[in-house]
């Protein structure tokens, strides 16, 4: 059966309001899903819902491949997947792009690794 | 109908209306001519009368026949068997009369008497059917011997100088003027040469009115001519006072060349030889005119210009069209590939080979997916043999069915049997559609290849196809058996139409940066200044194939999603490199040159199933902005369409 899976932050607190930093769609009968692993430490957890978790705040079952779209529109609460309050705009959305990185920036060695900053 | 079931076939009593023979005609033609009845008669009921005039008077000369006693005591017998009161038989039965009154001229007599026997031919219209009885093999007899006698025309006609043939009315009255031919050459007579027989071109004559010429010289009869071979069963039936002959023999003495000319009456009813010579003779003269191609007939009809013209232009039509009609197949799909035979390339009829390298032209439609494909083999190859293009296709895709694309989907396949030892045998075209929910589904194919395809599309049986899982037979009947060694199957071509998904969801590429490459310190550690990038395999994710859909052999590119949270748009780039070494197809691409930013994914088939990893190469900036989130990954097979 097919299931959306969701990460969320690996340092928050399980049952807290999370919000949805990535997702997958898997098949259960050949897919085993799996945290996010990074040196060690598990940055991303994953959880699974089937489809008809997915809902807005009235209740509402929502379309799997429109909360992919919109993912950051969806909070995970104490196991479920919901829409929160307010604008339901993408607040994903960039719209100004931050040029202010230096040059020098990429040469600091500071980091081990862009993709963790 | 009433059956009357109590039909009495014998009369013992000797009055019985139902069994009375009346006026029965018999000529007479010689001194003492016995007369058959060929039936027992009552001795006693016996009455011959001749005809004066228009009436019947009685007439004397005659004596009454030895006694039947085989039919009387059959008499006797049906008697004692009467019930309930036996009858005593008592009565004379003859079989014939002796008639003494000729003396130079021919009559005839009537004969009257009552039968022993039932005449079938006087039953009553409402009795159904007669038993068995000497009565009923009587009237077959009679019926038999009026068959024989009076229908048959006369054999045969030599005379070459007829001029004219008439097909007469059959003339039982001897008076018929239509009947009367006057002056019938007949130039064949030599008597000489011992040809002396004349038959009348319009076969049997009555006597009275024949006049025989030689050279326009009457002859006299029984001087130069006298007449032959009476027809005993036409001179019966005619009522007139004369007798029907066959035969004419000239007496006189005739050489060669002598016109003997006969005028005569005749009997008339019948279609003689020469008549039936002269219509097939007519016949076939129309026959020839119309085989000289001005009119169409079923003979002619294939040969007529206009026909071949009209033929020429179908053909022609038909190859620009490439009319064929689709045939449906039900097909029972599940995500395990299931091989059934559909088509196949026989034997040449003339010269029994088949071509080693040829191509097939189908359209396939099925649920929610419609392609034209070109096929394409080359049994000599030492590389793939088979080859697929798809030239046009529908199907279902993630952007139009979202998420039921991936259960609704088909990945139709295919490959081609043969042996290899014995190539004009002929091939087998087999076919594979797997659907991840499996369901008896319809198929639809068509041979789009023209008239000139070699490719000969299998009937469809209406049930279920069955699949071929070692054995199947050849388009000239014999076996392809996979334990042979010499019997092969082609590779396999998926024609999965648009891009087949095998990944969906949501993913930041700052999330696979870290996955896909860490800076690792070379040299002096002080020294961060010179880093080098060491690449690893990614992030693995799961991976949305059905069944062992992919083979990686066919994998032609992946086509990456990449969402621009900037500018609002999905980024579809076809993957730039892809390189497959063995189960492992990598690809990658360059989705946003500016900035540096490449997404990549590795796919394996395993025993299992399929691993998929992801991975991405992000530009400061985008990074810094997370500007990109992967979204989607599509797979496009060899031969398929650029991806839309």
């Not at chain 1, 779209?69 to 604008?87: L, R």
């Not at chain 1, 960039?94 to 900053?117: C, H, K, Q, S, Y």
């Not at chain 2, 009319?323 to 059934?340: E, F, G, H």
């Not at chain 2, 010269?351 to 080359?378: C, M």
């Amino acid at each position: 059966m097919l299931k959306l899976g969701i990460y969320v932050d690996g340092l928050s607190v399980p049952g807290n309001t999370t919000d949805i930093r990535a997702a997958i769609i898997y098949d259960d009968a050949t897919y085993t899903p799996a945290n996010i692993i990074m040196d060690g430490i598990t940055r991303y957890n994953l959880y699974s819902r089937a489809f008809n978790y997915i809902k807005d705040v009235d209740g509402n079952i929502i379309d799997p491949m429109y909360l992919l779209n919109n993912i950051d529109k969806y909070q995970y609460v104490v196991g479920e997947i919901s829409a929160p309050t307010g604008s339901l705009d993408d607040n994903r959305k960039l719209d100004v792009l931050d040029e202010t990185i230096p040059l020098t920036f990429m040469r600091a060695n500071t980091v081990n690794n862009f993709g963790i900053l | 109908m009433l059956i009357k079931t109590d039909l009495s076939m014998m009369d013992l009593t000797g009055s019985n209306e139902a069994f009375k023979r009346i006026a029965i005609p018999f000529r007479i033609y010689k001194t003492s001519q016995v007369i058959s009845l060929g039936e027992p008669a009552y001795t006693d009921s016996v009455v011959v009368e001749i005809m004066s005039g228009d009436t019947l008077v009685s007439y004397t000369s005659f004596t009454k026949g030895v006694a039947d006693e085989t039919a009387i005591a059959r008499a006797k017998y049906a008697g004692t068997q009467v019930t309930p009161t036996p009858v005593e038989f008592t009565a004379t039965l003859i079989n014939s009369l002796t008639v003494t009154g000729y003396t130079s001229s021919e009559f005839t007599v009537y004969v009257t008497y009552q039968a022993l026997y039932h005449d079938t031919v006087n039953m009553v219209d409402d009795i159904v059917g007669p038993s068995y009885s000497p009565g009923l093999m009587s009237s077959v007899l009679n019926q038999l011997s009026y068959l024989n006698n009076i229908l048959p025309p006369i054999p045969d006609i030599t005379s070459d100088d007829i001029n004219s043939i008439q097909v007469l009315a059959e003339d039982i009255t001897g008076e018929s003027n239509d009947n009367y031919i006057q002056d019938e050459i007949h130039l064949q007579v030599n008597t000489l040469a011992n040809r002396f027989v004349v038959r009348p071109a319009n076969g049997s004559f009555y006597k009275k009115d024949l006049v025989v010429k030689l050279n326009d010289v009457t002859l006299v009869e029984n001087v130069g001519y006298k007449v032959v071979g009476i027809n005993l069963g036409k001179t019966r039936v005619t009522t007139s006072n004369d007798s029907v002959y066959d035969y004419i023999v000239i007496l006189a003495e005739v050489a060669s060349g002598a016109a003997v000319s006969i005028t005569y009456r005749a009997f008339g009813g019948m279609v003689c030889p020469a008549a039936m010579n002269q219509t097939r003779t007519l016949l076939k003269n129309i026959i020839e005119y119309i085989k000289l191609g001005n009119f169409i007939t079923v003979d002619t009809l294939k040969d007529h210009p206009l026909i071949i013209y009209i033929l020429d232009r179908l053909n022609l039509i038909e190859n620009m069209l490439n009319i064929s009609a689709p045939i449906t197949y039900l097909y029972s799909s599940s995500a395990v590939d299931s091989w059934v035979n559909i088509a196949h390339v026989a034997p040449d009829g003339i010269t029994g080979l088949v071509d080693s390298k040829g191509v097939g032209h189908f359209r396939v439609r099925t649920e929610k997916y419609f392609a034209e494909i070109k096929l394409n083999y080359d049994l000599t190859s030492t590389g793939k043999v088979l080859s697929s293009h798809t030239v046009s296709s529908w199907a279902t895709t993630i952007d139009q069915d979202k998420i039921s694309h991936i259960s609704t989907r088909v990945c139709p396949k295919f490959r081609i049997l043969w042996n290899s030892d014995s190539v004009n045998s002929g091939l087998v075209l087999q076919m594979s559609v797997t659907r991840s929910v499996a369901k008896d589904i319809y198929v639809e194919i068509q041979n789009y290849g023209g008239a000139f395809s070699t490719w000969t599309m299998l009937p469809s049986t209406g049930v279920v196809l069955t699949p071929v899982t070692t054995t199947t037979t050849l388009p000239d009947d014999s076996v392809w058996n996979s334990a042979e060694s010499t019997s092969l199957q082609s590779n396999v071509v998926v024609a999965s139409g648009k891009g087949y998904a095998i990944f969906v969801g949501n993913i930041p590429t700052h999330l696979l940066d870290p996955h896909t490459y860490t800076y690792d310190i070379t040299g002096d550690p002080e020294d961060n200044t010179t880093p080098i990038m060491t690449k690893h395999t990614g992030l693995p994710v799961a991976s949305l194939i059905t069944g062992s859909d992919v083979l990686i052999g066919e994998v032609d590119a992946l086509v990456f999603k990449v969402y621009d949270r900037y500018a609002g748009t999905m980024i579809s780039k076809v993957s730039d490199n892809l390189s497959i070494d063995g189960d492992t197809v990598k690809a990658s691409a360059m989705y946003f040159d500016q900035d540096m930013c490449s997404v990549e994914g590795t796919l394996t088939k395993t025993e299992g199933g399929y691993n998929l990893w992801v991975g991405a190469t992000t530009g400061t900036h985008s990074v810094v902005n997370e500007r990109f989130d992967l979204r989607q990954i599509d797979i496009l097979f060899k031969g398929a369409i650029n991806h839309a």
